[in-house]
């Protein structure tokens, strides 16, 4: 037998039942794609606490004003240009390994998360993130009344 690679996935069962979801599956799509860019540059994410986030990135070589940090929706981007070293005097590059290349880099973000700050130390970008849920969006307590009090208001409006 032959093997198949799935390359998408039938989501119409999620949408039957939910609404406001099609972003979602969009990502899931998205995830089986190749990623187009290299790696370049390494990343970390990683969970602060409930609500807070940090993404470093190891952009060395790179001075802030080389970098550009966006965020624009639910993506995060962030963009190093950098032209290429030149080595002064006439000297020669034996070996070039380090990376003096321009990136981009996108990052999704999940409703309500924003970027807080970013710094720049020893090489390493970090972006600070928050997730703030409206208050519109917070549990809430729903007073139950009984029915017989709204009769009796009922009542009371048709006699007048």
């Not at 039957?16 to 099609?22: K, P, Q, W």
């Not at 965020?71 to 390994?97: H, I, M, P, W």
């Not at 990376?99 to 600070?128: C, K, M, Q, Y």
Request: proline share 4%; hydrophobic share 40%; no cysteine.
């Amino acid at each position: 037998m032959e093997d198949t690679v799935m390359t998408t996935f039938d989501f119409s069962p999620l949408f039957r039942t939910s609404v406001g979801f099609d972003r979602l599956a969009s990502m899931l799509n998205a995830t089986h794609r190749p990623e187009q860019s290299n790696g370049y540059p390494p990343y970390n994410i990683v969970a602060l606490g409930e609500n807070s986030y940090r993404i470093t990135m190891a952009v060395a070589g790179f001075a802030e004003h080389e970098l550009k940090i966006t965020s624009e929706l639910n993506q995060l981007t962030v963009v190093g240009e950098q032209s290429d070293e030149k080595v002064s005097d006439g000297a020669q590059f034996l070996y070039r390994g380090i990376a003096t290349r321009s990136f981009e880099r996108r990052f999704n973000l999940a409703d309500h998360v924003r970027v807080t700050g970013a710094t720049l130390d020893n090489g390493l970008l970090h972006i600070n993130l928050e997730r703030e849920v409206p208050e519109v969006m917070k549990p809430r307590s729903i007073e139950i009344k009984s029915a017989k009090g709204l009769l009796q208001g009922v009542a009371t409006d048709k006699a007048a």
